[in-house]
């Protein structure tokens, strides 16, 4: 793949897309014979940058994975937003650097405030510097493809789409989707969740649970005050729905002649069992996404603060294997929660009874 980096060959998984596989196939099936090609030419160009990257993961997973270089004291954000101006070259032509002052496109301006809002969410609520912890360059590709309705992170960089402006606006005008994306990167850099069944969806999981905390941190929300939606504002108004999944409440984001209806589960009792998406990772990641709702909410005050605290050092915990499911995720966040603030402590409780309230005993 041309924009790889070379610091993340040796365990990266196929690109993370935004928009599910099946969305994509349901307007394949019930959209317009415009609609129907788009979907199809969307699904083409993610096959083909995934076989990329596998193939060149299996030139490349012989060599030892080269050592990240020690983290600045202070960090210091460096982002470079480029235009691949509808073509599908990577990264494309520099339009806005780091420090410049905002360039009048609109999806411009909203990737590079999207990335700073992230950065700056990981630095000052877990002093994280960058997506890997050690000052990582933070850079995004916008007018990627003709009516290219995805968004994407493929270890090296952010990539979105314009949208079709029939179903889907641009891909930047979600923060949530952008701190999505680049949540997947903290997730590659540390767990290394394996993007396949249930370890895949706790991956998904976990980008939807950054990327609604770096927007409750931007709007500074309390928990009981966000809308939990990951995709607000990306779904045109001829949609009958109000964004891509929804963690309040798994399973209602969306229901539409052409989108078809949220099939996302929120209760191990509707867990769904598919070798499609990756084996369901956009699916089945509604039950861990509902759970953290049920802990935020119990918890209360800024979700970032106690909650995003325990989900994270769990991400960071030695136990999180690649290959960790629901049940062990939920325990040791339970564990994290008692190290954190008590055996007894209202945290942990919430944690344990969230995690119960999915079917998840811990």
Same mark, same amino acid.
């Given at each position: ?10 365990? =990266? ?37 995934? *076989? ?26 460096? =982002? ?10 990577? #990264? ?44 990582? #360059? ?23 789409? +314009? ?82 999944? *929804? ?7 969306? +229901? ?31 039950? #861990? ?32 294997? #690649? ?21 007894? *402590? ?14 998840? =005993?811990?």
């Amino acid at each position: 793949m041309p924009c790889r980096h070379p610091r993340h060959a040796a365990h =990266r998984h196929s690109i993370f897309c935004i928009l599910p596989p099946y969305v994509l196939d349901q307007i394949a099936q019930n959209g317009t014979p415009q609609q129907r090609d788009m979907a199809l030419r969307t699904k083409a160009v993610d096959g083909t940058f995934r *076989s990329l990257r596998l193939a060149s993961q299996a030139a490349k997973g012989a060599l030892p994975a080269p050592h990240a270089m020690a983290a600045p004291v202070t960090p210091t954000q460096r =982002r470079s937003i480029y235009s691949a101006a509808q073509t599908e070259s990577l #990264p494309g032509t520099l339009v806005r650097a780091e420090g410049q002052p905002a360039s009048g496109d609109v999806a411009v301006d909203e990737a590079y405030d999207g990335l700073g809002a992230t950065f700056d969410f990981f630095a000052k609520a877990y002093e994280r510097n960058s997506i890997d912890d050690a000052g990582l #360059p933070l850079q995004a590709t916008v007018h990627f493809g003709v009516d290219y309705n995805n968004a994407f992170w493929n270890s090296v960089q952010m990539v979105f789409g +314009d949208g079709d402006g029939e179903l889907f606006n641009r891909f930047t005008v979600s923060l949530d989707v952008i701190g999505h994306e680049l949540a997947h990167g903290v997730t590659e850099d540390e767990a290394k969740l394996q993007y396949f069944n249930q370890s895949g969806a706790l991956n998904e999981s976990i980008s939807d649970v950054f990327g609604s905390l770096i927007k409750q941190y931007r709007l500074q929300q309390k928990a009981e005050e966000a809308d939990w939606l990951i995709g607000a504002g990306l779904l045109t108004a001829k949609v009958k729905g109000v964004a891509l999944r *929804s963690m309040k409440d798994p399973g209602s984001a969306f +229901d539409d002649p052409v989108l078809g209806k949220d099939p996302q589960p929120k209760h191990m009792d509707q867990f769904v069992h598919t070798f499609e998406d990756n084996g369901g990772v956009h699916l089945n990641s509604g039950i #861990p996404n509902h759970a953290f709702y049920l802990a935020a909410v119990k918890i209360g005050g800024f979700a970032w603060e106690r909650a995003g605290r325990i989900w994270y050092d769990t991400l960071r915990d030695a136990r999180i294997k #690649p290959n960790t499911g629901f049940k062990r995720f939920a325990s040791v966040t339970a564990d994290v929660a008692q190290r954190l603030y008590g055996a007894d *402590s209202p945290e942990r409780k919430a944690v344990v009874e969230a995690w119960a309230g999915v079917g998840i =005993r811990v």
